[in-house]
């Protein structure tokens, strides 16, 4: 069984740029979330995607934006990068029905440091 | 809203010694609780979950938890600590009322003396 897969490991861009995560779910998996995990602090939810549709967000600005594709993979877009925005991105994947929290396996991130 | 608190920073224990970590959490919902692990640079591993049934949970690596209403908490207990478990460890919170998302805590930092 093959885990939750996330690319690239590392990243660095500069402020204004725009940067494309993605993440490959875990086999059997039709749920997808995204988590930013500032430097010192505990993740936090951003958007998760059931079923190629957004299914939650949490408290972050339209710039963050994402994508679920057929197979269940996902991107994480990030538009007008600020030097806040330097993070470790989690994705994680779960299967489940829509509305209900099931566990959430972990991807090993990407570090993004925006200069 | 949702919170959890994990209120140790920083704990050291000796290898072999017995550890608890402690979880708080606030939250208008049964609430589904997790413990994940995070070695430096790595993501988050899962240790162990509680959905409903025995409030005490085993995990891997030795670990259990006990889910105690009363108190709002989830305790992450292992009777004989190694120097392999060095590492963060973060509480978890989900409701199904509050949708997919995972609440955490900032995480408790372990070291391991020998």
New interface residues.
Partial sequence: ETG?T?SPTHLIKTRGQQVTLRCSSQSGHN?V?W?QQAL??????IF?Y?REEE??R?NFPPRFSGLQFPNYSSELNVNALELDDSALY?C?S?SGL????????????T?LTVL | AQSVTQPDIHITVSEGASLELRCNYSYGATPYLFWYVQSPGQGLQLLLKYFSGDTLVQGIKGFEAEFKRSQSSFNLRKPSVHWSDAAEYFCAVGAREYGNKLVFGAGTILRVKS
């Fill in positions: 939750v996330q749920t979330s988590y010192g602090q505990g993740p936090q939810f998760q059931y299914n939650g949490g989690l994680a779960s829509a509305g209900n929290t099931y566990t959430q396996y972990f991807g090993p991130g570090r």
